[in-house]
């Protein structure tokens, strides 16, 4: 009997652990090792490449890595992306690592703003799917970059909310849910069966 309960204990265990896992972002490094540079060894398909290896979700982060002389901006749209019109931009960040969330469903667009950089392969568009935790949500405009460190973080910009509106809840409280699912199943199938 006393096994039974520790078999049950550890599979309740091993699918709350997965539950959880399976809510929080992930973050990636934009062209692993090789980093953000421009020309990179593969031609201007090296980013689409990397990026068409990766699922990415509501939620997930972006890291930048480039050595000065180097730029990340995110751009207005496909158009832009395509003839690397990087003046048709929405922010650009000059400081590596540069983290980006990437803060709502569809396509994302992103380039080097150095002359010449984007039209040598220094660009990257990522579609984003929705996160299989969070419930579907109205996209919201831009992404929310994360600066290095010791500098001050810039204050979201939220949309008028209607009144009698209450706001969506925020990703943590999600994983919190979840975590308290979990807890709570796991009791009362620990209890079912034992008590």
Sequence with gaps: MAQLLNMVILVA?????TILTGTEAAEYTVGDSTGWISAPTGGASFYSDWASTITFRE???????FSSGHTVAELNDKASFDSCSVDQNKEVLTSSPAKITL??????YFACTITGHCSS???????????SSSPSSPPASGTTPTP??????????????????TPPP???SATSLVAT???????????????
């Design 170 to 172: 925020s990703p943590g």
């Design 13 to 17: 265990i091993a699918v709350s652990a």
């Design 121 to 131: 392969g220094q660009k990257l568009s990522v579609n984003v799917t929705a996160s």
């Design 148 to 165: 290095p460190s010791g500098e001050a973080a810039p204050t979201p910009q939220s949309p008028p909310a209607e009144p009698g509106s």
């Design 59 to 65: 939620g997930d982060i972006l890291e930048f890595r």
């Design 103 to 108: 803060n709502r469903t569809g396509e994302f």
């Design 181 to 195: 699912f979990s807890l709570v199943f796991t009791t009362l199938v620990v209890n079912s069966l034992f008590f």
